[in-house]
C-alpha cells in the first residue's frame, strides 16, 4: 500500500489553480504548467479543460452538493491522486458516490488516498488571519494555501488564476459569496496573500 506524506513533498514544486475565469492557454502555456511536480486544484475545478486537464491533488469543500455537481460536469478529473476533504463533505461525496470513477479507486491499488482533515485544521485558530470574525469562513483556497505554507514552509508554492487584489470587492457583491460566511473575509485574505507574496513564502504566476 502507498502511503502518502506531505513531508516527502519539501522540496517539490508545487503549483495552485485557482477558479477565477480564465480563456483557453496556448499550449506553450499548459506545458509550463505540467512542467510543475504536483498540480492542485480547488473545490470545482472550473479552469480544468482551460489549464491542461491535469490534477494531482483535490482540496475540497462541499457546502452546496448542486452548485459542485454543476461545477464539475462531465470533466475528467480521474488523474487525482489524493484529495483533502474534511469528514462532512466526505460523507456527502461518498453518498453521492463522486468519488467512484476515479480508476483508483477501481482497480483496488490504493494508489489513491483521501486525507482526512480534522477538525484542528479547519478550526478558526488554525486559519492564521488576524481579527477574524465569528460566523466567518475562510475559503478553501485561503484554507488550502495557508495550511501548506504554515504546516510545511519549505514547501515551494506558486499560486494562479485567483483573485487577490479584487478580492474584498468580489466577495461583497458577487451572488457565490454575498452574503455568505465568506462574505467579510474578503480583505482579510486578499492582505495576508499579499504578505505571503511580499515575503516570497508564495509566488504568484500570471497566465
Not at 453521492?96 to 482526512?116: A, G, H, M, S, V
Not at 494562479?160 to 478580492?167: G, H, M, Q, V
Not at 467579510?184 to 508564495?202: A, M, P, R, T, W
Request: charged content about 25%; aromatic content about 14%.
Amino acid at each position: 500500500m502507498e502511503i502518502f506524506r506531505l513531508k516527502d513533498y519539501q522540496d517539490k514544486n508545487i503549483l495552485i489553480i485557482g477558479n477565477k475565469p480564465i480563456k483557453q492557454l496556448s499550449k506553450k502555456q499548459i506545458d509550463f504548467i505540467n512542467s510543475f511536480d504536483v498540480i492542485i486544484r480547488v473545490n470545482g475545478m472550473n479552469n480544468l479543460n482551460e489549464t491542461g486537464g491535469r490534477v494531482d491533488w483535490w482540496w475540497l469543500n462541499v457546502w452546496n452538493w448542486e452548485v459542485l455537481k454543476n461545477n464539475i460536469g462531465n470533466k475528467d478529473y480521474s488523474s487525482t491522486k489524493v484529495i483533502f476533504i474534511d469528514k462532512y463533505s466526505a460523507n456527502l461525496c461518498a453518498k453521492k458516490e463522486l468519488f467512484y470513477n476515479l480508476p483508483l479507486l477501481k482497480d483496488n491499488t490504493f494508489r489513491f488516498y483521501i486525507q482526512l482533515l480534522n477538525e484542528n485544521i479547519l478550526n478558526q485558530e488554525k486559519y492564521w488571519i488576524p481579527n477574524i470574525k465569528e460566523q466567518t469562513i475562510p475559503t478553501t483556497d485561503f484554507i488550502c494555501i495557508s495550511y501548506m505554507v504554515n504546516k510545511f514552509p519549505n514547501i515551494k508554492l506558486y499560486l494562479t488564476c485567483l483573485d487577490i487584489d479584487e478580492r474584498e470587492m468580489l466577495f461583497k457583491t458577487h451572488s457565490n459569496w454575498k452574503n455568505t460566511w465568506h462574505e467579510n473575509v474578503g480583505g482579510l485574505e486578499s492582505d495576508y496573500l499579499k504578505s505571503l507574496i511580499n515575503n516570497n513564502k508564495i509566488e504568484y504566476i500570471n497566465l
